[in-house]
């Protein structure tokens, strides 16, 4: 059994020292000087689908951990705008500005989702031989 749960596919120390130095070096090449491989055998390994799905899950991790800092920051910019703008103390302008940035990140919001839910339609639709020409 392989690292990545793929039978007869492994990730030898080699492979996981360069996977671990791609996360940190800008080229294949860079990466693998990092690690003390060849430039070749580094490309042979980015065609590893073993080595390929675990730089794949890494950056799904990463991914992850960006994405929910970013959602942490948003709730904080929320908040402090619905603090603006339901201070009276607080200039007009700025409260209007504050309102005015509610809105525009809710709609925002909304198309993305709607747009969302549209791909994912088309999607089972072609998925499932149900699209239609239109024209």
């Given at each position: 059994m392989s690292d990545n749960g793929?039978?007869?596919?492994?990730?030898?120390?080699?492979?996981?020292?360069?996977?671990?130095?791609?996360?940190?070096?800008?080229?294949?090449?860079?990466?693998?000087?990092?690690v003390g491989v060849g430039e070749r055998t580094a490309w042979r390994y980015m065609g590893d689908p073993a080595v390929?799905?675990?730089?794949?899950?890494?950056?799904?991790?990463?991914?992850?951990?960006?994405?929910?800092?970013?959602?942490?920051?948003?709730?904080?910019?929320?908040?402090?705008l619905l603090k603006m703008m339901n201070d009276p103390a607080v200039n007009d302008g700025v409260r209007v500005r504050a309102a005015l940035g509610v809105l525009e990140v809710g709609l925002r919001l909304f198309e993305m989702i709607s747009l969302s839910d549209r791909v994912a339609e088309l999607e089972r639709q072609v998925l499932n031989g149900q699209h239609t020409n239109t024209d």
């Open positions: 793929n039978p007869g596919e492994t990730l030898t120390p080699k492979k996981r020292l360069f996977i671990g130095a791609l996360a940190v070096h800008k080229t294949v090449k860079h990466a693998a000087q990092a390929r799905a675990a730089i794949a899950e890494r950056q799904s991790a990463v991914l992850a951990q960006v994405t929910d800092g970013v959602l942490s920051d948003m709730s904080a910019a929320r908040e402090l």
